[in-house]
């Protein structure tokens, strides 16, 4: 693959972040009690937001995406990220906050805020082209 010397470096999140709340909920611990206990891991909220989207509840849904949202903008900015530049879906810990960006903008579609949800999706797609077919989220 060669690198687009004009575009920044692909920001791959530390595994160290998000490890121990993808080990919990693999090991079928509650997405609940994992959020509480790894509040800075995006998984877990993204866990929480599709649980929410799948019971009928866009609001909760879209509290809970949201906080994964932001907890991966604060990870994304500490590795060096300036809201622009590759954050491949490929590299697992960039996971959860594709996941929570895509269940926003699922929430936000679901409570009518069109302009959030298309935001949502480009940033998606900016963050990672083949993330929507990467993640199983066509």
């Known amino acids: 693959m060669t690198q ?7 920001i791959l999140l530390p595994a160290d972040l998000d490890d121990p709340a993808r080990s919990g909920l ?3 611990a509650d997405p609940r009690e994992v959020a509480a206990a790894n509040p800075a891991a995006s998984l877990p909220w993204a866990r929480l937001a599709r ?10 849904a879209y509290a809970f ?5 932001h907890r991966g ?3 994304l900015r500490k590795a060096g990220w300036r809201g622009t530049g590759p954050v491949p879906a490929s590299h697992v810990p960039n996971q959860g906050f ?3 960006v895509h269940a926003l903008a699922q929430a936000a579609a ?14 998606l797609d900016d963050c990672d082209p083949a993330a929507r077919e990467r993640l199983d989220l066509a």
């Open 4 to 10: 687009n010397l004009l575009e920044p470096d692909p």
């Open 26 to 28: 693999e090991a079928g």
């Open 51 to 60: 649980h929410a989207l799948d019971g009928g509840d866009p609001v909760a």
């Open 65 to 69: 995406a949201r906080t994964g949202y």
């Open 73 to 75: 903008l604060d990870a």
């Open 98 to 100: 594709l996941l929570a």
């Open 110 to 123: 679901a409570i009518g805020e069109t302009a959030e949800y298309e935001r949502c999706l480009t940033l």
